[in-house]
């Protein structure tokens, strides 16, 4: 709800960032909890380390990766929403 | 065996350096140069005091004792950070709108400004913080006896906890403004993040390729078990613990302190969506090396916890140790120093605050300066929760309740999520839900976990634990109505926040939120609409401007003071004096002064001066909806400049046949008045003939009375008719439908006027088509319409041998009955207004009828689903259609 406003005046692709953030969460949730990581817990091993802890810093450094990405997407896009922004922001409601 | 000596020296040099470091950067700040210290990566760093000597140590004993499950607390706090765009910005962004000053500014100034709730959430969290604070004494302690062997342990806890305090008052009260980054702290706690950072990682490093041998040879000949911990590690309690640890990271006050209040720039939440992560990978990578090295190496019966220190000092790396040393070190001061700040600001403004303004209370028009008051009661606090955490240290030290206490505490702060969660997304909660969830949660984590971690010693009785409360079974604190069978922090969890969370909505659901509390809620919920410079006409009142400067100069101090006031008196385009109390003038310095007192605060002292009355509902509700009013509107504007104009056409139209159908009423009313008259005007006149017999022969009176019935049958034919005319026209008239056969009604209407044809000696051809076709409708006014137009053309014939020929044909699904005529036709241009009321075509120069009879057995046949229409033939004469429905099927 909060975002409906917002949404408006931001161009679709910054959108789709944001979007794909929350897309990101949830693939982080669903990885790192059961029932879906029960599947990884494994009585294997690679390059001698166990196959669970390999498992779960291996989704641990690939979201940190997505959150990079994502935050530089996020910082690029011209019209970031800060307080001190809010003069660009106001611009843009006015010519809305 | 390091020395005592040596150990205190790097100790003391520690502690100096960071003090000369937060003393530079503090001055640097103040003359404007220190734009770095505001810079993402160190934003990060300062986050990153969520790690605790209880991750510096206590991360590998629980990794020594339960396996991976210590990497919940991490991941907890990865997701939250990863999903920053969806909670944490918006919480910056309301701490920055409402200049919030902690968690229960926060809470308290959502829910209108309760004090009430501010106290609480101060108390809930000092009550979570200060063990927080004795494990963290309890662990440098622990540590330094670890090195040097016997030490007096309450004098050094006493020691470190005095240092931290002078810190804490030192540089975290140098300004009144609890708004305002402390550039000095945040320097230090930066630079402690790169210590402990930096000392786990060589100490990981030194275990994985010095000792061990490589990242292989580590996990060699261990038992899975040792890592997985016993059974299935993704289990209830794995989910649990990351999902507190990813509360806890938005509720711990010192966590608020550093990602919400210190925040300077937004922006700086991206760089810390993954940097801090990173930290945190960083941090979690090496511990469970160290855990397997520690079981392997060191002599069984060590204690885990400590295996990051003396795991070093067993393989004689001393330097390692010392290094191991600050990092617990670092971990230790930059926690109490924080969260010393964040829980003094609280206890300052929702405590101590409120009760001075109490006291001072009728004699607020003496000029004492409330700054004075504020800062002192800020270092008075600052000391008190710190001293509080030595008392708890000093009772409880030593216990393994202590070491336990950092998820205790997670829980204990967890109970602000759903008040938090739910101000901020949810307009509909209000105070009292907050309230009451609040209580019961708090109520609930101390009965089922917090009390019972002192096994039995503290308020509730070992007999309790295992019998329940008053020897009832369903109480008891570990299996609360016989939820048995979980572990005590997921059966603590499960009671306390589901409870929490469902008094919360059900409270809120109930009761009446009051203006202030839904203005507020509008405020917090709507952030991102609002901009905060709209969000202001409110409350409205009579303020002196004097007061208000003498009240901000209290607060603010004389200077800051009048800078503000010449600012706002610019703004409102004044040159010189003070500015005009308005509305906005007033909210802007609630703001400002909210930034040091906390928003309950501030807004009981302004009420105070500025004398305000209570707001009405609507005018709240309005402001609330204002400018999500004025978006709107100017979004619609442009839609509805278009749709204006159509409308503007459309009424145009409208307008134009209101108009015509007035006119045609007035045309009927005349007409109709005109034809009443004609048999009005001669029954009249031969009456009053009639009237003196004298002079009238009784042949005369004879005529004369025929003529007057003649007359009164023709009027009451004619109102008949006008009177099936607006039936028909107002569809009350019924005419029930069902299959009839054609050609009879045809004969019927024939033989009915056969008086007429004879006396006309008119001659009726008839052609049907050979088998007898069947059309719905009505048999009378069929027969009613068919008489109509065969007596209309044996009327107005003017020919010498009148034929009218009647032919019916299907066409389709309908039946045409035509009849037509030899006596002239109808002209053209008289063809659109035959079925006009009262029309009559150029042959009825002999009056017979009102005029009415085509234009009601047009509107018959259209009432029975046909219609009456006049159409012409090749050779331009004309004739009567009749469609009608055939019979279906």
């Known amino acids: 709800m909060n975002n409906e406003s917002h949404d408006q005046i931001r161009p679709l692709s910054d959108r789709k960032t944001s979007d794909r953030s929350m897309i990101l969460l949830l693939v982080g949730c669903l990885l790192l909890t059961p029932p879906l990581a029960g599947i990884f817990q494994l009585d294997i091993r690679i390059l001698g380390i166990p196959f669970t802890g390999f498992y779960l810093f291996a989704v641990w450094a690939g979201l940190i990766a997505g959150a990079a990405a994502l935050a530089r997407r996020i910082q690029k896009s011209a019209d970031w929403d800060n307080p001190e922004d809010t003069q660009h922001q106001q611009d843009m409601d006015s010519t809305d | 065996m390091l020395s005592i000596d040596l150990l205190l020296a790097v100790c003391l040099g520690y502690v100096a350096l960071l003090f000369a470091l937060a003393f530079y950067v503090d001055r640097r700040a103040r003359q404007g140069h220190a734009r770095w210290i505001q810079s993402p990566i160190v934003f990060t760093l300062s986050i990153s005091v969520y790690c605790t000597s209880w991750t510096f140590y206590g991360a590998v004993g629980s990794a020594a004792r339960n396996g991976l499950e210590f990497i919940t607390i991490y ?5 939250v950070f990863i999903g920053w765009w969806w909670l944490l910005r918006k919480l910056v962004r309301i701490g920055k709108v409402h200049r919030i000053t902690s968690i229960a500014d926060l809470i308290s100034s959502r829910y209108g400004k309760s004090s009430s709730l501010a106290v609480v959430v101060t108390l809930m969290a000092l009550m979570a913080t200060t063990p927080y604070i004795a494990l963290q004494l309890q662990s440098v302690t622990r540590s330094y006896q670890a090195i040097v062997g016997e030490v007096d342990l309450t004098l050094s806890a006493l020691v470190i906890a005095g240092g931290m305090a002078l810190f804490a008052i030192l540089f975290g009260t140098r300004n009144v403004d609890a708004n305002e980054r402390h550039h000095g702290v945040v320097a230090a706690i930066a630079v402690e993040a790169v210590v402990k950072l930096a000392a786990l990682l060589a100490v990981g490093l030194f275990v994985v390729f010095g000792v061990a041998g490589g990242v292989g040879s580590v996990f060699e000949n261990i038992d899975t078990d040792v890592i997985y911990g016993a059974g299935n590690i993704f289990d209830a309690r794995w989910v649990t613990l990351t999902f507190l640890s990813a509360t806890a990271i938005i509720c711990l006050p010192r966590q608020f302190q550093v990602t919400v209040v210190e925040n300077v720039d937004e922006r700086h939440l991206a760089t810390a969506s993954w940097l801090f992560p990173l930290y945190l990978f960083g941090m979690c990578l090496f511990v469970m090396p160290i855990a397997i090295a520690g079981l392997k190496f060191l002599p069984e019966g060590a204690n885990p916890d400590l295996y990051v220190l003396t795991l070093p000092l067993s393989l004689g790396r001393e330097d390692l140790a010392l290094l191991a040393f600050l990092g617990g070190f670092s971990s230790a001061t930059s926690m109490v120093i924080v969260a010393a700040i964040a829980v003094s600001t609280m206890v300052s403004n929702h405590i101590v605050v409120p009760i001075s303004l109490y006291l001072l209370h009728g004699r607020h028009e003496v000029s004492g300066d409330v700054r004075k008051i504020l800062l002192t009661s800020r270092r008075v606090s600052i000391a008190a929760v710190v001293g509080l955490g030595f008392l708890y240290f000093q009772v409880s030290g030593g216990s393994d309740a202590l070491a336990a206490i950092g998820l205790i505490a997670f829980v204990g702060v967890a109970q602000f999520l759903p008040s938090l969660l739910g101000g901020i997304f949810w307009r509909g909660a209000t105070r009292n839900g907050a309230m009451a969830g609040l209580l019961t949660g708090f109520a609930l984590w101390a009965y089922t976990l917090f009390l019972p971690s002192f096994g039995g010693s503290v308020i509730l009785s070992a007999d309790i634990l295992t019998n329940g409360l008053f020897g009832l079974a369903a109480l008891r604190p570990q299996a609360l109505f016989g939820l048995a069978g979980y ?23 109930l009761s009446e ?13 709507d952030v991102f609409r609002i901009r905060s410079n709209e969000a202001t006409r409110f409350e409205p009142g009579q303020a002196n401007a004097e007061d208000l400067f003498v009240l901000a100069q209290r607060i603010l101090g004389t200077e800051p003071a009048r800078k503000l006031f010449d600012s706002m008196a610019h703004e409102q385009g004044l040159s010189s004096g003070l500015p005009w109390p308005t509305d906005a003038m007033i909210v802007q310095l609630e703001r400002v002064l909210a930034g040091n007192v906390g928003a309950a605060s501030a807004h009981a002292m302004v009420v105070r001066v500025a004398g305000r009355g209570s707001i009405s509902m609507t005018e709240l509700i309005d402001i609330a909806d204002e400018t999500q009013r004025l978006m709107e509107a100017s979004r619609e504007l442009s839609n509805k400049s278009n749709e204006l104009t159509k409308i503007s056409n459309q009424l145009r139209k409208a307008n134009q046949q209101l108009r015509q159908l007035d006119l045609q009423k007035d045309e009927f009313l005349s007409q109709v008045s005109h034809e009443l008259r004609t048999p009005m005007t001669s029954i009249r006149s031969f009456s009053e003939i009639l009237l003196s017999p004298e002079t009238v022969t009784e042949d005369e009176q004879h005529r004369f009375i025929s003529i007057i019935y003649e007359e009164s049958q023709r009027l009451t034919r004619l109102l008949d008719e006008i009177l099936d005319m607006s039936r028909l026209e107002a569809g009350l008239l019924e005419m029930p439908l069902s299959n009839v056969e054609a050609d009879a009604v045809i004969d019927a209407a024939i033989d009915t006027l056969d008086g007429l044809i004879r006396k006309k000696d008119v001659r009726i051809e008839l052609q049907s088509s050979a088998d007898p076709v069947c059309v719905l409708a009505n048999e009378d006014r069929m027969q009613q319409i068919l008489i109509n137009l065969i007596s209309n053309s044996i009327k107005y014939n003017t020919s010498e041998q009148p034929v009218i020929s009647i032919r019916s044909e299907s066409s389709g699904d309908s039946l045409h009955i035509d009849v037509l005529d030899n006596g002239g036709g109808v002209k053209r241009e008289e063809a659109a207004a035959i079925f006009d009321k009262f029309s009559r075509g150029h042959r009825s120069n002999l009056d017979h009828g009102a005029g ?14 046909g219609d009456l229409t006049l159409e012409f033939a090749a050779d331009k004469t004309s004739f009567f259609r009749l469609r009608l429905a055939q019979k279906q099927g």
Do not use: E, K
């Not at chain 2, 991941?75 to 997701?79: H, Q």
């Not at chain 2, 009051?514 to 919920?525: C, E």
């Open chain 2, 852 to 865: 009415l009879g085509l234009s009601i057995s047009r509107a018959i046949a259209r009432n029975m689903g």
């Open chain 2, 75 to 79: 991941l907890g706090p990865t997701l």
């Open chain 2, 487 to 509: 572990d005590p922090l997921v059966h603590a969890v499960i009671w306390s926040l589901g409870v929490n969370t469902l008094v919360f909505m059900v409270v809120s659901t």
């Open chain 2, 513 to 525: 939120a009051s203006p202030l509390d839904r203005l507020q809620g509008a405020l917090f919920v």
